[in-house]
């Protein structure tokens, strides 16, 4: 009988990407920058051994397909992730967050190539649910969307450059932005699971509360808004819709995945008349419409034409409205995060781990 | 102290689609327009479907608009191309 030989995972394991050798830390910088593989920051050298680290610990073989991009047909392996992942900052323990996004990204839902290439300039807003935002010391309080902790630093940013890097989403190539916003740099949240009496995100969208979940969106920049005035959760709340409506007044009417964050000095007036994220969601998406001949009053009276008394929700159903606790601790502060596109491209959300392939168990 | 760093980008080229055969001439032939639908298409493809009528003998312009400006063409459209002899794909901004 033949001996069955079994490789150790350092013999599997074989990166296949060309290297480039160069003399020092400035000499790797300016390598990556004139190439066009940056941001504009510096960059993390992508070294072998810390390429390797990625995906040991996530136990992937850098060859391992996470998906085809079905506009171009571009293959997305885990080394060409984790050398991205690398560069952004991460650490081996982000960087099953980062494949996880980007399984997210790739569902055809998402509209990952429209998303990426369109004038519209939106970036992937990356929400962070479940015990892994605690391991990986993600924060959801003080400046929740902007650098509130390394975590979703590094993770926001790998995004973006694997998206540079592996789609050509550059300035100017496929990425055709107008605008484009800030969060392109770096667009990633963690909900403030902890002090919220609310269902997490994820359990909100189906995935089991003890799993870690990653949920994208193809997001326009946050608008912020402050009501400190009251503590009726309907007037906080006619706020947040008052500034959604403006949105499908000065930007788009395609209606779809709105996200809206809600830190704890709003939550609690919500929290203490017993309001949960359904009966929030039910309520926006009430008062979160407008009529087409609104139009007319911001300059776009052209496209009104005989249909002035349609009807435009932000959300299609209250179910696409995202509600996320984060935040810090004092502030009648909230933010709207509008879609790219309306129902165009589809918030995705992916239990950290799950396969999105994989046969379903034979019963 | 010198560093061995790994390429950040897909290396691969995408797989190419290949050019149709070109026409020897527009005389008589059909084609197709493709739209994306937006406002700058209408009057670019409305002009374009003259000019080849009257210019190039063109014998007739099938338009078809894109249900999603910012996805691939329609199943049913991309159907529809077989039927053409050549086809316009325009992006219009």
Redesign the interface.
Known sequence: MAETAILAVEEIVQ?A?????????S??QE??HSSG?TDGLPIV????EA?EACLEWAMMPPDQLIGIE??????ITAE?LA??AV?AGCLPMHFPVVLTAWTAMMQDEF?M???T???GGCAVLVVLNGPIRLELGASGTFNALGNSDRATAVIGRAIR?CLI???DVRPGVIDRSTLGHPGKFSFCLAEDEEDSAWLPLHEQRGIERAASAVTVMAAGAPRQIMNEWTTRPEEILETFAAEMRANLRHYSIYPGNYAIIIPKQLREHLQAAGWTKTDIAAFIHERARIHRREWAEVGKGAVVRDRGDSVYPAMERPDQLLVIAAGGPAGGFGAIVPPW?GH??RAVTLAVGACVDCEPPKK | MTFRVLDPTAEKAPPAGKAAPRLASLEGKTIGFISNGKEGTKGFFRHLDRMLREEHGVAKVVSRTKSNYSAPADAGIVAEIKSWDAVVSGIGD
């Open positions: 990166l990407s060309r290297t480039y050798d160069a003399n020092d830390i000499a790797v390598l990556y593989w050298p992508p070294t072998a390429v079905p506009v171009r047909g571009l293959a060409k050398i991205n560069m509209l190539h429209g998303a290439a369109s004038t450059l890097n592996l789609m596109l165009k491209s």
